[in-house]
């Protein structure tokens, strides 16, 4: 009997043994060895747009990750600062620090809105007297109003914070955005306004001297100016180059890109719409495409006179040339950026650029060689750059040998960079919003 005693209760001990060695096993081995194999899970929700936007430290990462024998303190310290950091930005998602309110007075400011912005506009009718939305960018709350009851003294103005869209290509223009640089000048001096910004489609020939009074650095209340061309005034301190985009005011809509949009083969080797003026490089253009015939191959529709009015019809015509061609042929006009540049670019046409000076003002060659054009330059616009026509036949001979799946790697590479350009812009924008209005509140 005695002996059956012993026997159990050494089996008892024995067990009792064996459960505090496996408990000890877990509590300081068993949470170590798990944690790699439930990481990756959780992991993956943020990973993958991360992988994205940081590849090869991502990389780097995920090998810490995935190692199953790390076991020291840092790399515990660094899961725990990764979940904080997850934390931290859902609860500051949505947070803003700064509002600002775009009154849109001029069509490039639908360019910004709907183009660059991608925001979105009550109601959708262009042709309704009001129209207003919303977008967050960076740590800014953006509001956007335009149409014709947006009247200086005629609505409320509740923000201290504005950015006005203005036109100043010629004198009727000029004249109207004066009246509304003078309001929003008389609200900042009552102090109904904190912060002025301008955006401004300046003179073709660069000739802007009417808003140099405005300028805060001349006495005026104009903190910041984006001005559209190559305008000497640029010095990425105050004054801005802003692109002039699209034809918005011929009603040149937001183009989705398609897959047929991407892979389609083109009947058209290029496309040339528009009007020719006398003695300009564009009958030379016309000319060098007769000489070869290549205006058979190519979508070319001319006149002599500039219409400003757009029927659906040619819209719909320019549209389709755009669509259909391999290569958009962009001479100059009365300056050599123009809305066709960004138009083949919504497409996935490759713009040939006459990249050459016009008259005027714009340009300053001696402080920038990248002139005209210094934007889409400095950006790395995937171009064809010419400096005169005559290059043109060589370009088209080429193009006639590249086969389709060339072609359809040169069109995403267009319509990517156009995408990242416009991204580029939005926020370079905010963060010179940001820099100069938070600075100027805080001093």
Same mark, same amino acid.
């Given at each position: ?10 089996? @008892? ?14 509590? @300081? ?5 798990? !944690? ?5 899970? #959780?992991?993956?929700?943020? !990973? !993958? ?41 859902? =609860? ?20 910004? $809105? ?9 109601? &959708? ?14 740590? &800014?709350?953006?509001? @956007?109003? *335009?149409?014709? !009851?947006?009247?200086? #003294? ?23 955005? &004066? ?41 005026? /209340? ?8 190559? =305008? ?26 398609? $897959? ?19 003695? /300009? ?32 019809? /040619? ?45 005027? /003002?714009?340009?300053? *060659?001696?402080?920038?060689? =990248? ?17 005169? $026509? ?54």
């Amino acid at each position: 009997m005695r002996l059956i005693r012993r026997r159990v209760c050494t089996f @008892f001990i024995a067990v009792y043994c064996l459960f505090s060695l496996y408990a000890a096993y877990h509590v @300081f081995f068993g949470r170590r060895r798990q !944690a790699p194999a439930l990481s990756p899970r #959780g992991l993956r929700k943020w !990973a !993958a747009p991360a992988r994205e936007r940081r590849g090869r430290e991502q990389s780097i990462l995920e090998s810490e990750e995935w190692n199953p024998w790390e076991g020291d303190e840092k790399i515990e310290q660094q899961q725990r600062f990764k979940t904080s950091f997850q934390i931290l930005n859902k =609860s500051t998602k949505g947070k803003t620090d700064l509002t600002v309110q775009i009154w849109g007075k001029a069509a490039i400011g639908m360019y910004l $809105w709907e183009h660059i912005f991608e925001g979105l506009l009550d109601p &959708t009718d262009v042709t309704a007297h009001w129209r207003e939305g919303e977008s967050i960018v960076g740590r &800014t709350h953006y509001s @956007f109003i *335009t149409g014709p !009851a947006v009247i200086p #003294g005629y609505f409320s103005v509740d923000v201290s914070n504005v950015i006005l869209i203005l036109n100043g290509r010629e004198k009727a223009k000029i004249l109207y955005a &004066t009246q509304w640089l003078l309001y929003a000048q008389n609200l900042v001096q009552i102090q109904k306004l904190q912060h002025l910004a301008v955006v401004l489609l300046g003179n073709e020939y660069c000739n802007n001297e009417w808003i140099n009074p405005f300028l805060k650095r001349n006495g005026g /209340s104009v903190e910041l100016l984006f001005i559209i061309y190559d =305008s000497p005034w640029i010095n990425d301190v105050d004054i801005f180059q802003w692109p002039l985009g699209v034809a918005t005011y011929r009603n040149f809509p937001v183009v989705e890109a398609s $897959w047929s949009m991407l892979h389609d083969e083109r009947p058209y080797l290029c496309n040339f719409l528009g009007t020719i003026y006398e003695n /300009s490089s564009r009958q030379t253009l016309m000319n060098i495409l007769k000489q070869d015939g290549n205006n058979k191959l190519c979508f070319v529709s001319t006149r002599e006179q500039w219409q400003p009015q757009e029927t659906n019809e /040619s819209l719909k015509n320019y549209q389709d040339a755009l669509l259909q061609s391999d290569l958009t042929l962009c001479p100059v006009g009365v300056n050599t950026e123009c809305y066709r540049i960004y138009e083949a670019c919504s497409y996935g046409s490759i713009p040939v650029v006459e990249d050459v000076m016009t008259d005027g /003002s714009c340009g300053n *060659t001696s402080v920038s060689h =990248s002139a005209p054009l210094q934007l889409l330059k400095s950006m790395g616009a995937p171009f064809i750059f010419i400096k005169n $026509w005559k290059e043109l036949p060589a370009i088209l001979k080429k193009e006639k040998t590249i086969i389709l799946q060339e072609k359809i790697e040169r069109r995403r590479r267009l319509l990517q960079w156009y995408q990242y350009f416009k991204t580029e812009l939005k926020m370079k924008f905010t963060n010179i919003v940001e820099s100069s209005f938070l600075m100027n509140n805080k001093s």
